[in-house]
């Protein structure tokens, strides 16, 4: 019994440390947030200030609107396209519908890299400028597999019986559609949807090379272009994002966990 | 071959799922498929005009990678690196994956919450952090030992780098796989007489590995191809995806840096298809 | 699912409230940070136009993008990117109508040194790049170096400092051609050379440098020197003035030196070019600004290159903070010193050497 004890204790030990370890660069950005003086390793006093000046920072400012309306116009758009696609491809023919899971499959193995640059070649090549435009479709490109992959597993899990039932009693497919696969289908959307923001707001790679010179960043790329170095700013900025992160992640665990648990135990 | 009789319903079903499909048909073969092509026709080409219809083709491109000793010992690095953080994030990673599924199934939930997170905040953001925080350490070793070297633009920082950024990658496939084992056959296998560690070399391990597969897809690619970690971490060395970068951006060289990018692309394929067959052939063998 | 909506609507608010502007906007494709904020207001102001830049961080990106089609009102290249421009032909840029310009006389208000460098040109080439672009910014290249750490001997081996890496705390300026001209010069070489075996030379005797230990650093400069990172870092003359006047400004007890090694250095001038496609109603507007009298010595607010109008040079002398600073902006063209020129050859072959020199730091 003692063996387990102390094995338990081990696990717990070796799981907090590695969470410690991955936290502390995050910790220690919020922490020198609030920095009076502009280094990163030196504390010298307490103040808000890089937050004012982060929000008065015309260029971060619009990096950081860039980079939620590019996140939320193609995570929409993603969604969309990606669970349409994956609720047809369980109807096609078992050829087109391995052909198409098989080439969705591309995007999400290449390294970044090399869909930067094909897109960069593609845009360059028909002289589509550079821009808001680009990056949203960049990310729609690369967003949408990943709606698939989340969304299509659970489309085949369906019961085909309550299809079949709704349009037995006279649903046209559209109907059938509407009021009995998406209902089903919500968790999994929902699912989708967030990896599909998450990869666009966090990307790097994709929107540097299909945004260059063109005036228009996003948070990474805006940082990553940056010249002089490390600004104070950055720290109140990922702050900030760690905020709303905590936030979510504690809406997550605290409020929506037992509410789901909740529902589970109603339903019966 | 049946004879269905195709009623309306049945017909309108069919257009609406074509129709329904169209969308993403149009961005598949637009914006992913088409875009490969042209990136492929272009690293046969050579200069710098920005049209494709202007050039001269030539396979310069992949004879000059071949021959210039710079990609070669960028590519080889990268690799290096891409190595030593699938193995670090496995040593990690795994056990970390384990020791969760073992905790009840909130402290899961909130630990899996926890793990993933960080995967959220921008990895420009987190490499800068990291950045600080390598420098805040060195800074203080210098202080005691003042021979002690600058950590920073050394594959040692590098590495903490990526297995700081990647292991979150590691740990939530293997996590995912190994929730879905049935614990039924582990306590077939201890009731048989086996020890609980053999138990889990024996059952735990091999069912897993598909979920250590899809770790090491999801963090050997990216690592080897990484842009942001050798500028901040690496004392802005070029690594493959800097040279790639390099090549088609300062340069112009648009070809050049499709050809970079392919050959890295068909050594990436090439990996996953060996990856593939062992996991297929792991899998054989339980059956 | 309202709630989130909520949240979007509140995430989108904040950040557009700072970034929302109705105003007509004049694009200009420049390096960061290097034109004032006084000066810009000022000509937003007078003309109820928004300036926005859009950066590139060296020359042959500037290229890429111009390249690759996309419009600029106005761009800045350095001397040998317009030379290049205008030898390509490819219809991006136009001549200057320099009847339009009617606050800078070329012929009488230029800045003392660099007519003698667009004359050098024109007599090497037959190429008055003054046709095509009005003078910006220029200065040169040389060692920006603590005077507290490194000997004087050790200064008067001129490009070799760079190479005293097991000695010093050096940095190299991340730009290839800054610092193959280190090389090349260092070996007797012309800074414009295409001889493959001159440029194979010159990274090596970088390699040899940087083997010792050494930085590679661009902007993240200002921060590096005044943090004693490096003791020993070749720098732009605007740039090193900028850190010494920053110095004198905040008290720091760090006593500053730059030196342009004998050897030869390079002698550089940036222009404003009109883009055959822009607004070119907008862009003679901006450059009557910025070669004002006013418009000049406004940019020189934060800026510590040198002007290219004669009369804000005097001034910037005068009011240099430093017998070190004033001799910043006062460049004597010396018999080893040169221009950079477009040469595509030189061109390939100095990005190979950098290349190489960059996968093994």
Known sequence: MTENKVTTVLKYVFIVLILAIIYFPVFSMIFFSFNANKSFTRFGGFSFKWYIELFSHKQMMNAVLVTIVVAVVSTIISTIIGTLAAISLSRQRKVIRNLTLNATNIPILNPEIITAISLFVLF??????SGYATMILAHVAFSTPYVIITVYPKVISLDPNLADAASDLGATPFQTLMKVIFPQLKVAIVAGAAIAFTMSFDDFVISYFVTIGSGVSNISTYLY?????????????SALIFLVIG?????????????????????? | MKNKKISGNEKRKQ?????????????????????????????????????????SFTLENYLNFFTNSEFLYAMRRSIWLALLTTVATLIIGYPLAYFITQTRPRTQALLILLISAPMWINLVIRTIALKQVIEFFTEIAQGIYPNFPNIIGTNTAMVIGLVHVFLPYMVLPIYTVLLKIDPGLIEAATDLGASRFKAFLKVTLPLSLSGVMSGILMVFLPAATTLV?????????????????RVSILSGNIGYGASIAIVLSVIMMAMILLVRRLDKFKGAEND | MKKIMLLLLVLLIVPSAVACDKRPVLTILAPGEYMSDSTIEAFEKANDIRVRIDEFASNEEALTFIKSGKVYDLIMPSD?????????NQGYIEKLDWTKITTFNKETDLADGLDDLLRKIETESNLDLLDYGAPYFWGSVGLLYNKDVVSAEDVATGWDLLRKGDKYNVAFYDSSRDALMAGLVALGYSMNSNVEAEINAAEQWIKVGTDKGVGYITDNI?????????????????????????????EEDLHLGFSVPTEGTNIWVDFLVVHSKGNKEFAYKFLNHILSYNGAKKNTDGVFYISPREDVRLEQVQDAKSNDIKALFEIKFRPNDDIFRFDPVSKELIDNAWNRLGVNR
């Open chain 1, 124 to 129: 360059g090549m028909f002289y589509i400028p």
């Open chain 1, 225 to 237: 272009t940056l010249k002089r170095g490390l600004d104070p700013k950055v720290n109140a900025l």
């Open chain 1, 247 to 268: 936030l979510k992640v504690t809406y997550d665990y605290f409020i929506s966990g037992p509410r789901k648990m909740k529902k589970e135990r109603l339903r019966g």
């Open chain 2, 15 to 55: 257009r609406l799922n074509t129709l329904i499909i169209s969308p993403y048909y149009l961005v598949l073969i637009s914006l992913i498929l088409i875009p490969i092509l042209i990136m492929v026709l272009y690293s046969f080409t050579k200069g710098e005009s920005a049209s494709l219809f202007e050039v």
């Open chain 2, 229 to 245: 970690i050798p500028k901040y971490l690496g004392n802005n060395v070029f690594l493959i995806g800097n040279l790639i970068e």
């Open chain 3, 80 to 88: 040998y990117a317009l030379e290049q421009l205008i030898v390509e």
């Open chain 3, 222 to 250: 200002f921060d590096d020197i005044p943090n004693r990172t490096y003791d020993i870092a070749m720098a732009y003359t605007g740039d090193a003035a900028e850190i010494m006047n920053q110095m004198i400004e905040e």
